[in-house]
């Protein structure tokens, strides 16, 4: 699947934006992953995928703080 040319082609695609912010965080273009995983959630503020993807990033950065942020608020919601 080539991610970026979906995410161009229908800029409200949220499942796109995530794959081609994992794609540029493989690539260990961080900051751009990043500005793609918080596209998507302010698209579709609910989507977990968006976030642990977003958490997990900041966790290889060993930005921990932020990633924690990020993973226990899902994790409490998840008990719910």
């Known amino acids: 699947i080539n991610y970026r040319r979906a995410w161009q082609s229908n800029e409200t695609y949220a499942e796109a934006m995530v794959g081609y912010g994992n794609v540029l965080a493989i690539r ?40 924690i942020g990020i993973v226990v608020p899902l994790l409490d919601a998840h008990e719910d």
């Open 28 to 67: 260990k273009q961080t900051d751009s992953a990043l500005i793609m995983f918080d596209k998507a959630l302010t698209i579709n503020p609910d989507y977990r995928e968006a976030a642990y993807a977003k958490a997990a990033t900041y966790y290889n950065l060993e930005r921990y703080n932020e990633s």
